[in-house]
C-alpha cells in the first residue's frame, strides 16, 4: 500500500506565499510522474504541475512563473512553492503519484494514488 500525505496549506493574504509538500510512503519500489491538482469550489479538478522522476516539469500556463514545483526522490518527496498567490488560488490542492509498488499478495503491479488533499485559503 502506498500513501500520500500532503501538508503546508492554511489561509494567506493575497500576494503572500505558501510551500506545499506531498511525502509518499509504503511499499514503493519506483515513483514516475508525481504532481499537484486543486479543485476550487464548485469546479472541476484541475491540473497545477507535474514533475517526471528525472526533474522534468510542466505547468498549467495560467500558473507559470508563479509556481515551482520541485522533488526529492530520496524523500519521495514534492514541493510546490506557491508565490504571488491570489484569491482565485483558493481551493484543495491534491497531490498524485504514479508509482511501482510491492506487496505480498499482488507481487509488482502499477498504482495511482492521490492524497487527502490539503486547503489553500488567499484572502484578506
Known amino acids: 500500500q502506498v500513501r500520500l500525505v500532503e501538508s503546508g496549506g492554511g489561509l494567506v493574504q493575497p500576494g503572500g506565499s505558501l510551500r506545499l509538500s506531498c511525502a509518499a510512503s509504503g511499499s514503493i519500489i519506483r515513483i514516475n510522474d508525481m504532481g499537484w491538482y486543486r479543485q476550487a469550489p464548485g469546479k472541476e479538478r484541475e491540473t497545477v504541475a507535474s514533475?517526471?522522476?528525472?526533474?522534468?516539469?510542466n505547468y498549467a500556463d495560467s500558473l507559470m512563473g508563479r509556481f515551482t514545483i520541485s522533488r526529492d526522490n530520496a524523500k519521495n518527496t514534492i514541493y510546490l512553492q506557491m508565490n504571488y498567490l491570489k484569491p482565485e488560488d483558493t481551493a484543495v490542492y491534491y497531490c498524485n503519484a504514479d508509482t511501482w509498488t510491492f506487496t505480498k499478495n499482488e507481487g509488482v503491479r502499477s498504482l495511482q494514488v492521490w492524497g487527502q488533499g490539503t486547503l489553500v485559503t488567499v484572502s484578506s
Open positions: 514533475i517526471t522522476n528525472g526533474g522534468i516539469t
